[in-house]
């Protein structure tokens, strides 16, 4: 049980060491990256990110029940709350002018957070899904890597090196916060399990096609798109 349970706390913490790391990267850096750089990493940060919802969230919530029909409905009514209300806020945000890099990157790792706890109270409660919890971590870790260097780079010209770099830690840190809130509230609802894994997967795929595809738009972002898509997949064929 004790290996279990620190399975667990590593694959809640992981997201968040992959963008404290992404962070650091800062130090190698004399400058902000370039249009280059910068758009194959946002396409690749789309391709994990859609991939994890596809192969981890919204394939094991339909196959979560026996009765596919109920899982079915569960996941379409999971998947538009999830799009529609993160629609709706950000919406406000952009009507209240709350749209800079850093707090969209920190707001996004919300629903990821709560997707890695919604995954793990899955697995709490059906140790079978363990594999799924912790590629879909691992998955988040990956595409955090970039997100962390992204918002470190950005305040470059605002701050010294150190307070870039605790910047960009400070935007991961709602990840583990997150999945510890979602691990408690959802480990004894399980029936509602197929709906709040849907849900966090409609979440990350509006953040997907409003945020990281637009800036991803051109042939390196399709690249890396295809990229981070293909490692995603990968890892879900490798582990199982």
Known sequence: MGDFMDNIALGILLPFFGTAFGSLIILIFKGKPNNFLRTIIQGF???????ASIFS??????????NKNISFI?????????????LIIDSILIKRKINSLNLAVTIHNIPEGFSVGVI??????????IREAFLLSLGITIQNIPEGSIVSLNMIDKNNKGRAIL????????????????IILLSYISPLMPFFLSLAGGVMIYVV??????????????????????IMMSLDVLLG
């Open 120 to 129: 793990y109270a899955l697995a709490i409660a059906n140790p079978i899904m």
């Open 45 to 51: 940060t789309a391709g994990v990110m859609l991939a």
């Open 209 to 230: 096609i409003d945020d990281l595809i637009p800036a991803s738009n051109g042939r390196l972002g399709i690249i890396g798109f295809t990229i981070g898509f293909i």
């Open 74 to 86: 569960s996941v379409i009514l999971g998947l538009v709350v999830g799009i529609m209300g993160f």
């Open 167 to 182: 910047s960009g830690i400070l935007s991961g840190i709602v990840e583990p916060i997150c999945s510890v809130i979602a």
């Open 57 to 66: 969230l919204l394939i094991p919530a339909l196959e979560y029940n026996a």
